[in-house]
Structure formats: structure tokens, C-alpha cells
């Protein structure tokens, strides 16, 4: 797949999400514009055009058909939740999002490549359906999808491409509504050469691929405190010469993102040490701070801050080396 059959793909996929999540009203919160609905049902109607949560009369059907619907006396499904069950690594380089920073490397071996860059990111997760107990919405089963490209731009050469990843997979996720979650899925990575770069240096792609399915599970706790764990296995590989099955990843994060201006804004740091086997299980370790903005009423979160990544780099095709970069950049969750 070239780069723009998978940015057009991308871009449809975060036109689709960000048109059909709805503006969740906080069930614990009393809502004189929608009667005769249960917490549950509220949770999930909004009115998108006024960003003011508000569904009158004949709406009122149509909204409880579009979004949640009853699957007996016990459990309801919601389409389009906005909210995960299972919480997205804040660190994690690769994880599906949607962002713009800029890197300034200390140590690199990619041939012929500058030391100031430019990462782009375009795409994030998309909740599809959740299943959970009647009155208790933050409990329960989720299906996900991911999709996202990166691309890495080289500010020292007329800003060619270096190469670019394309990102996506599906989630199964399950929580217990007071902090543990658990996921399991499958995520693909097709990595690139850059069409500039490869023209300026000779570099011929390894075909870079893996599709791996992976388990992790999530604890929330202390208020602001999260640790992770993930394990995955590659069952296809595109280079069985240069790659190998295995892959292992954990992190520790600490958020208190309603410090400041009535609950609109506060601050986070987050570590991820990544390792797979293909790298001798060397520790890949990124993290990241600085302030973050929750938009609560459209689940979103926008995120400004510095970043520092000590690893293998960022594309796929050059898993061979180590690089390390010091960011500063704006990550979105959409």
C-alpha cells in the first residue's frame, strides 16, 4: 500500500469518528431537558450542532436508537461510547493517535538523515461498541478500532519523507468499573522508506511488517496513578530473516488532568519502556510530560508537552539501530 492510499484511508477513518461521537452528559448530573431516561440512556445523547447536551421530544427515540439499545433486563449496548474501558498508553510512540512534534536527535545512525525532524500522526482509536451492566456504564465489554499513519520528515533536507508506518488493529477490552482492564486484540505495523529518502541515499526497503496479537491489562489506583503490562506475539512476519515473534511492553503514568480553570486543564508524566526480541530485547524507553487538556464533553484529550526517546526509531524499516531525541510536541486523542 503507498502513502497516499493509506493517508486517504486514515483520513476517512478520523472524519467517520470524529462525526459520529456524540457529547456524553454526565449521568450523576441531574438533566431537566431529557426525561423519562435512565442514567444509562442520558449518557449517551447529545445534540452535536449546538454543543449545548440537549434532546427534545421526537428526538429523544431516535437518539435511544442510534446510540443505546437494550439487550435484556440485565445489559444495555451503546454504540459509539466516546470513552475507552481500556486507557491508551500515553507514551507509547506508536500507539494510534493523532500529533505533531518536533525531535531534535543526539545520537542517531541513519544514514544520511538530519538531526532535526518533524513526526506527524494522523489517526487515533475509535470505540464501536460497548455491552455493559444496566446502571453501571463504566463497567464492562468494549470492541475498538485502531488506525493511524506516521510519517517522519527530515527538517535538514528540505523536509523529505523518511520513511512512514502504517498502524491499525482491533480491540476486545473488559473492565471491572474501578480501575483494572484488561485487553486483548490484534495490531498490524507496515513500515516504509520515504520516496525522497530512498532516491538520496539508495536505501532499499526490508519490507518491514508484523501483525501480532497481544494481551495487556491496565490498574488504576492512588487517584492519579496507572501501571501497565502488555505481551504480543507476531504470527506474520514480511522478513523472517531479520525479525523475530516476541514482544513485551509495561509503563507507569501519573495524571491529574482537572488541577487548573475549574477542572479544563492540568498536568501528566508518563514512562513506557517497550522491548522486543528482534533487538535482543534491549529496553526501548520514551517518556513524556507537560500539560494536558480535556475536552470532556466530546471525550477528547489534547496533550502539550516534552518528550524523550531512548530506542530503536520510530520507523519500522530502521528497528536495526538505536537513536535517541529529545521533543517537544502536541498529542491528541480524538
Known amino acids: ?138 463497567r464492562g465489554f468494549q470492541f475498538d478500532l485502531e488506525v493511524a499513519f506516521l510519517g517522519v520528515f527530515d527538517i535538514d533536507n528540505s523536509l523529505d519523507n523518511i520513511g512512514w508506518d502504517g498502524l491499525y488493529g482491533a480491540l476486545f477490552s473488559w473492565g471491572n468499573g474501578r480501575g483494572l482492564a484488561i485487553k486483548f486484540g490484534t495490531k498490524h505495523d507496515s513500515s516504509h522508506v520515504g520516496d525522497e529518502y530512498a532516491e538520496s541515499t539508495g536505501r532499499k526497503r526490508i519490507n518491514y511488517t508484523r501483525e501480532e496479537v497481544l494481551l495487556g491489562v491496565s490498574l488504576t489506583g492512588f487517584n492519579y496513578w496507572r501501571i501497565y503490562g502488555e505481551g504480543a506475539y507476531a504470527y506474520d512476519l514480511r522478513n523472517k530473516d531479520l525479525q523475530e515473534r516476541w514482544r513485551v511492553e509495561g509503563g507507569i503514568e501519573f495524571q491529574d488532568a482537572e488541577r487548573w480553570w475549574d477542572g479544563s486543564a492540568g498536568y501528566y508524566a508518563a514512562l513506557d519502556v517497550t522491548s522486543y526480541e528482534e533487538n535482543n530485547w534491549q529496553a526501548d524507553v520514551t517518556i513524556q510530560a507537560g500539560l494536558v487538556l480535556p475536552v470532556k464533553k466530546r471525550f477528547r484529550t489534547y496533550r502539550l508537552g516534552l518528550e524523550y526517546h531512548n530506542g530503536r526509531p520510530l520507523i519500522g524499516e530502521f528497528f536495526q539501530i538505536k537513536e535517541k531525541y529529545f521533543a517537544i510536541g502536541l498529542w491528541m486523542d480524538l
Open 1 to 138: 500500500m503507498n502513502i497516499k492510499a493509506f493517508l486517504l484511508i486514515t483520513l476517512f477513518f478520523f472524519a467517520v469518528s470524529s462525526t459520529v461521537y456524540s457529547e456524553p452528559i454526565d449521568p450523576s448530573l441531574p438533566d431537566k431537558t431529557v426525561t423519562g431516561l435512565n442514567s444509562d440512556e442520558r449518557l449517551f445523547l447529545a445534540d452535536n450542532s449546538s454543543g449545548i447536551p440537549t434532546v427534545t421530544g421526537d428526538r429523544d427515540e431516535k437518539a435511544q436508537k442510534d446510540y443505546s439499545f437494550s439487550m435484556g433486563e440485565n445489559w444495555r449496548g451503546v454504540f459509539n461510547p466516546g470513552s475507552d474501558i481500556f486507557p491508551r498508553y500515553i507514551a507509547n510512540p506508536l500507539r494510534p493517535m493523532t500529533s505533531l512534534s518536533r525531535i531534535t536527535l543526539s545520537d542517531s545512525n541513519i544514514l544520511g538523515a538530519g538531526d532535526d525532524r518533524y513526526v506527524f500522526r494522523l489517526g487515533g482509536r475509535y470505540g464501536f461498541l460497548r455491552i455493559h451492566p444496566t446502571g453501571e456504564s463504566s
